[in-house]
Structure formats: C-alpha cells, structure tokens
C-alpha cells in the first residue's frame, strides 16, 4: 500500500516561499506520475502541477512563474516549491501518485489519481 506523506506547509505572508515536499518509506514511485493538488473547504480538489517518470512538468495557469514541480527519485520524495505566494494560494496542499498513467502526460483530474496523503496546510496572509 502506497503511503504518502506531504510535509513542509505552514503560514506565510503574501510574496514569501515555501517548499513542500512528499515522501514515500516504502514503494518506488520512480515510474509514477505524481501532482500536486489542492483544496479548499467546500470547493473542489484542483490540480496543481505534475511531473512524470521523465521529468516533464505541466503546471495550472495560476502557478505559472511561482510554483516549481520537482523530484529525487533516489530519494523518493516529491517537492512543490512556491514562491510569490498569494492570499488565494491558501488551500490544503495534497500529494498524489498516478499508478496506471492516467494522467495522461496533463496534470489530469482527481479521478486520475490512485494514491494521496492527508495533506498539509498552507496559509498566506496578505
């Protein structure tokens, strides 16, 4: 079983940074497509960026410029790092792991996804 975990959140004021990362003890993610998500009390999950096996990236519009996808498949960790942070970017941040490449080479929908963390918190204050 897949179990990831996402660490790093927190509170920030509007044009600071945060790095958020994922970690996996046991399974190898190297060949997954993995994203980050997030979501707001009452809305719906949205993605964020994603990365596949070959380092490609896809990002939202929204974070186009600020937000950065990266992983260290040696080890095993997944990174969101966010810079120029804004108000709007408060969400609870969600790591997920796309088993079967459904995705599709995008960002894709929830639905896409397999496997997620119980996510971290980040909060910008302006």
């Known amino acids: 079983q897949v179990q990831l975990m996402e660490s790093g959140g927190g509170s920030v004021q509007a044009g600071g940074s945060l790095q958020l990362a994922c970690t996996e003890p046991?399974?190898?993610?190297?060949?997954?497509?993995m994203a980050w998500f997030r979501q707001a009390p009452g809305k719906e999950r949205e993605g964020v960026a994603s990365i596949d096996g070959d380092g490609q990236t896809m990002y939202a519009d929204f974070v186009k410029g600020r937000f950065t996808i990266s992983r260290d498949d040696g080890e095993n960790t997944l990174y969101l790092q966010m810079n120029s942070l804004k108000s709007e970017d408060t969400d609870m941040y969600y790591c997920?792991?796309?088993?079967?490449?459904?995705?599709?080479?995008?960002?894709?929908?929830?639905?896409?996804?397999?496997?997620w963390g119980q996510g971290t918190q980040v909060t910008v204050s302006s």
């Open positions: 046991t399974y190898i993610l190297s060949g997954y497509t």
């Open positions: 997920e792991a796309d088993a079967f490449g459904l995705a599709g080479g995008g960002i894709g929908s929830k639905e896409d996804y397999n496997y």
